[in-house]
């Protein structure tokens, strides 16, 4: 038997919804020949070191029904059962993540954020900022710095503003968390405020814009 399993990925994210996203169900059915996804791939028993598993990335090459297949494009470092370029078969509850090249520039960048609006997931950052002066802050000791975004429920009071009440956040799982704000973010918005409307962000400059015309 082998030492590995795919583990499911929306039972992950059921179990996580605040910490761990997917892609939505469309985009995992919709996978086409050389897409590259992420799984996980776990030990069927923890080794000694701790280690449980570890998630890779898979190349489609094609589907068969309900299943995909493509290759494996890492040597792993824990499981032995499989090496570069041997062939996976998976399903979409498999898949935790698609390669998408847009997020490059995001992966080591911060945005502030209020405690409370990722403590409730019935709470959206209505409105967004942009300053692109914080991105001129030092780096931390860590190498992440600051994206120059901030997220705001929208109603916060001058208590809820408190340095104890925000947090820095990493901004690439923020776009993940709210998936309006990371497409803001990737069409290059920069420099002003963006208020949630009908599920897009709308500049607030160009709604004051609006109301005066």
């Known amino acids: 038997m082998s030492d590995w399993y795919l583990d499911n ?8 919804p605040r910490s761990f996203f997917i892609p939505s169900e469309e985009a995992r059915n919709g996978l086409e020949k050389g897409d590259v996804v ?37 040597e792993p470092a824990a499981i ?26 995001f992966e080591d960048l911060l945005a502030y954020v209020p405690k409370r609006l990722l403590e409730d997931d019935d709470l959206q950052p209505e409105v967004v900022h942009h300053d692109p002066e914080e991105e001129e802050r030092p780096p931390r000791d860590d190498g992440q710095k600051s994206s120059g975004w901030d997220l705001l429920v929208g109603d916060e009071t001058e208590e809820q503003l408190d340095a104890d009440k925000l947090t820095m956040s990493n901004l690439l799982w923020l776009m993940e968390r709210y998936p309006a704000f990371g497409e803001l973010v990737f069409s290059g918005a920069r420099e002003g405020t963006w208020v949630l ?11 004051i814009s609006a109301t005066d015309s």
Do not use: C
């Open 9 to 16: 990925a929306e039972k992950l994210h059921a179990a996580n």
């Open 38 to 74: 992420r799984m996980v791939f776990a030990l069927h028993e923890t080794r000694d070191d701790g280690m449980s598993g570890e998630r890779m990335w898979v190349q489609v090459e094609g589907r068969d029904g309900d299943e995909y297949y493509g290759w494996l494009t890492n």
């Open 80 to 105: 032995r059962d499989i090496s570069r370029e041997d062939t996976v078969r998976f399903k979409a509850e498999h898949v935790i993540a698609i390669y998408d090249e847009r997020t490059e520039p």
């Open 197 to 207: 409307k009908d599920g897009s962000y709308v500049s607030e400059a160009q709604m």
